[in-house]
């Protein structure tokens, strides 16, 4: 849980490091093609690497010492996250808003987790046939939410290419819980020999574009709630579906239903925030700021 938490922190923080580079140069040398090497060679931006390296040193070594429906649950906190580390950072005013959505995710966490208490399975345990089906079914639903991305207008597009881009990274933690235990059996040559590492390579590139699309096509507020939730609920069907991990049973499921409820309001609440907006550089964030310069003028 520390690991994963670090790793959320870390994640936010290399961010909006590399936020504050972007602005920074475009302030300066404008949004010219040369603003990108000017922004990369920032120390902002190279401390963000920096720090984004070691935060996935931290999800790996936590996804080997727990199971992927305890660990990618808890990344929903990158959310809250960036957006208070965002505000030490870059500056703004957070609302009770913001922090009544903020306490409802760690409540609802809590809850979830308190009461469901996953636990145990091996990735590598599952056997073959699991694990192709699970590929299968795993890439066409991905490739599903794509089509009807691509085939959709404005918030449609954003939601599905945020639904796939969730299911993307959420996969690719799966191969790399498949990969950490796999290291701990027998070291490098293990992982090499491992036939879902291999996975990573055609797994990852479609991952990082469903992000790009989704955080390209539009508001923030369609296309970060499947963004976030996508990762937690693709790894913990997967985790308690195929890969053997156990949660509690009985009225336990009942709390962590209620749990997962309060945490899925307080990420649509967030994604709504105008403070997350501008951070993220949104349409929305640039109507919202003429709109509070206008009444400044006024």
């Known amino acids: 849980m520390v ?20 602005q920074d140069s475009a302030r300066q040398r404008g949004l010219s093609a040369g603003s990108f090497r000017d922004m990369v060679r920032r120390p902002p931006w190279l401390f963000g690497i920096v720090i984004f390296a070691g935060a996935v040193i931290c999800q790996v070594l936590a996804l080997q010492l727990g199971s992927i429906s305890l660990v990618q649950p808890v990344l929903v906190m990158e959310l ?3 957006l208070l580390v965002g505000w030490w950072i870059l500056g703004g005013a957070l609302r009770p808003y913001e922090w009544s959505a903020v306490g409802l995710m760690s409540v609802g ?3 979830l987790l308190a009461c469901l208490r996953p636990h145990g399975g091996q990735a ?12 299968l079914v795993t890439l066409i639903a991905l490739g599903v939410c794509v089509w009807i991305a691509r085939t959709s207008r404005a918030v449609g597009k954003a939601a599905f290419f945020g639904i796939a881009a969730g299911i993307g990274s959420g996969f690719v933690a799966v191969i790399i819980k498949a ?10 040559g293990e992982v090499l020999a491992t036939w879902q590492s291999y996975l990573l390579i055609p797994v990852a590139p479609v991952a990082f574009w469903t992000l790009q699309s989704g955080l390209r096509a539009g508001r923030l507020l369609a296309s970060q709630p499947g963004l976030t939730l996508g990762n937690p609920i693709l ?4 985790g308690t579906g195929l890969l ?17 409820l309060i945490l899925t309001v307080g990420v649509f609440l967030l994604a709504r925030s105008p403070v997350l907006a501008a951070q993220e550089g949104t349409p929305t964030a640039s109507r ?4 509070t310069n206008s009444r400044r003028v006024l």
């Open 235 to 238: 790894s913990f069907l997967w």
């Open 244 to 260: 053997g991990e156990e949660v509690a049973g009985g009225w336990w499921l009942l709390g962590g239903a209620v749990g997962a």
């Open 288 to 291: 919202t700021t003429k709109t």
């Open 3 to 22: 690991l994963v938490l670090l790793a959320c922190l870390g994640n936010a923080l290399a961010l909006t490091l590399q936020r504050k580079a972007a």
């Open 109 to 111: 966490l809590v809850v």
């Open 124 to 135: 590598l345990e599952a056997g073959n046939v699991r694990w192709v089906l699970g590929t």
């Open 80 to 82: 809250p996250f960036t």
């Open 179 to 188: 990969m950490a235990d796999a290291l701990a059996l027998g070291g490098l």
